[in-house]
């Protein structure tokens, strides 16, 4: 079983920054990877970065390359999206994922997720 509680959401100006963090609970957890997901109204989950079980590689969606930075520390068990320059179309739900076939690649496709935490809001404003 994994558990996953993601903090860090809030309000915040074009041109901001905020940390999100996604804490992680299960044994295996190290060995998988992890992604950050977001959603607006009315519309799917949208894959935003992802990161491979040693951090080795990480995966983006264009149009926050450049802009966020995933990364995770193992012992701790903790996931962060850095997101700075946001932009108002950054505003969604965001949420935090775990793929559990150990060691594997970075998907892209919210349906090659097991488990999923409650989601924080994030909203830019102009």
């Known amino acids: 079983q994994v558990e996953l509680v993601e903090s860090g959401g809030g309000l915040v100006q074009a041109g901001g920054s905020l940390r999100l963090s996604c804490a992680a609970s299960g044994r295996r957890v190290s060995s998988y990877t992890m992604g950050w997901f977001r959603q607006v109204p009315g519309k799917g989950r949208e894959f935003v970065a992802g990161i491979s079980w040693d951090g080795g590689r990480t995966s983006y969606v264009g149009s926050v390359k450049g802009r966020f930075t995933i990364s995770r520390d193992n012992d701790m068990k903790v996931v962060w999206l850095q997101m700075k320059s946001l932009k108002p179309d950054d505003t969604a739900v965001y949420y935090c994922?775990?793929?559990?076939?150990?060691?594997?690649?970075?998907?892209?496709?919210?349906?090659?997720?097991?488990?999923w935490g409650q989601g924080t809001q994030v909203t830019v404003s102009a």
């Open positions: 994922a775990a793929q559990t076939d150990e060691f594997t690649e970075i998907y892209t496709s919210p349906l090659m997720y097991n488990y």
